[in-house]
């Protein structure tokens, strides 16, 4: 199976291009640090900088887009917009003009999204179908599906990945907490209501394969696991596994002057989702519960949970 990846260097893209390659998969990684690519995603794979260097002769089986700028990082200037919807939207419509112009189009196009589509939607559980609350990042994930769901009218399956916070030991929301929360300075975030759907790396790379195998499945779906849990719930159980105290609170209104309004409703707000349509085509979740994600996950990095460096 000959598969082209965008972001296949990034945190979600690493260790699903790991994964495949490990699994026999021929991969072609679009990446703007070539150089990167071999070490970070296996000594036989291809990499290329533009859509450009494909010949259209080329024929792909599958194609995943997980390309596109942290979210959560410098302000969102009007600058910084631009480049996270350069990152993923144009970037998108990009690689649907290249399936277009391609002799063989590939089965199945899965591309990224994020639970944030959705909006601040408070204690509403949501499924795929569910409306959303408006905001930069719902506009920003809507153009961004748009853009992947332009390939179905040239007969091609796509697939639609509307990803939760991802546990992993390499990185992610994780990491940033850990110092602190060793420390005895974790602390809820705002009222500690809001709700975290989250999902742990193992399972997302199952997802991913799942719908590159099974030809019956399109469309929009939610990767997360089916046990969503409050910001209070995931401090007390992350504080507990790390054995560290975890009385602080971080109030909104600090969050609003450190990260900009729009910026810190990511964390302020939440989404409490769940994923209906995986689970009604049979998905079994390895991590349902997020203390066993989060035990597993911590006990992968050395110098945690009592693992030695």
């Known amino acids: 199976m000959r598969i082209l990846v ?96 391609a002799d063989v189009r590939p089965n199945v196009l899965i591309s990224g999204s994020t639970v944030g589509f959705y909006g601040d939607r408070g204690d509403c559980i949501l499924d795929e179908t569910s409306g959303y609350a408006d905001g930069f990042v719902h506009r920003l994930c809507a153009a961004w599906e748009a853009a992947a769901l332009r390939a179905a009218d040239f007969g091609v399956r796509v697939c639609i990945v509307r990803t939760g916070m991802v546990l992993a030991a390499t990185g992610g929301f994780l990491a940033p907490l850990l110092p602190l929360f060793r420390l005895g300075l974790g602390a809820r975030i705002g009222s500690g209501e809001q709700w975290m759907s989250w999902i742990h790396s193992r399972d997302y790379v199952a997802v991913i394969r799942r719908l590159i195998d099974a030809p019956d499945m399109s469309g929009v779906f939610n990767a997360t696991a089916p046990n969503p849990v409050t910001n209070r719930q995931f401090t007390e159980i992350l504080s507990r596994l790390l054995r560290r105290p975890a009385f602080l609170a971080v109030p909104a209104g600090v969050l609003r002057v450190l990260m900009g309004r729009e910026m810190s409703s990511l964390l302020l707000g939440g989404q409490r989702v769940l994923p209906a349509r995986l689970l009604a085509a049979g998905f079994r979740f390895r991590y349902p519960e997020l203390e066993m994600a989060l035990r597993d996950t911590l006990s992968q990095m050395p110098g945690i949970l009592g693992v030695p460096p």
């Open 6 to 101: 965008t972001g296949g260097t990034g945190f979600l893209g690493n260790p699903l291009c790991q994964d495949l390659g490990g699994s026999g998969a021929r991969l072609v990684v679009l990446s703007r640090r070539p150089d990167r690519v071999r070490d970070r995603c296996g000594l036989g794979v291809t990499a290329i900088t533009s859509f450009s260097e494909l010949p259209s002769s080329l024929a792909f089986d599958a194609v995943i887009n997980l390309a596109g700028e942290p979210i959560v990082g410098p302000r969102w200037t009007e600058a910084r917009k631009k480049l996270l919807w350069d990152s993923r939207v144009e970037l998108t419509r990009s690689l649907v003009d290249y399936i277009d112009r």
